[in-house]
């Protein structure tokens, strides 16, 4: 069983700046690929970033390659979430994900556990 946390919740104008992270408690952390997905009103929840255990070759959905960089520090079991030059678009509740695996998948459903999701909105 894995928990997942998230942190950051916020309210920032358009081009502003915010930083997520998801701690996990997990004692193998390591052997886990990490997702951050995102669900604005009456949308369906969609993939954002990914990255693997060793943090090489992260993924990113097209809307925010740029902007957005997702990093790990396996030896706090934690995953961040760097949010540049945020868009009203990005509103949305953010979540982190882990999967036991090797790879990082965009898909929803490949994912175990979930954080609770935290808040962000960004005003125009």
């Known amino acids: 069983q894995v928990q997942l946390v998230e942190s950051g919740v916020g309210v920032v104008q358009a081009g502003g700046s915010l930083r997520l992270s998801c701690t996990a408690a997990v004692r193998t952390f390591s052997c886990y690929a990490v997702g951050w997905f995102r669900q604005a009103p009456v949308k369906e929840r969609e993939f954002v970033a990914g990255?693997?255990?060793?943090?090489?070759?992260?993924r990113y959905v097209d809307s925010v390659k740029g902007r957005f960089t997702i990093s790990r520090n396996n030896a706090k079991n934690t995953v961040t979430l760097q949010m540049n030059s945020l868009k009203p678009e990005d509103t949305a509740v953010y979540s982190c994900?882990?999967?036991?695996?090797?790879?990082?998948?965009?898909?929803?459903?490949?994912?175990?556990?979930w954080g609770q999701g935290t808040q962000v909105t960004v005003s125009s």
């Open positions: 994900a882990a999967r036991y695996s090797d790879y990082v998948s965009s898909r929803v459903a490949n994912y175990d556990y």
């Open positions: 990255t693997t255990w060793n943090d090489i070759d992260p």
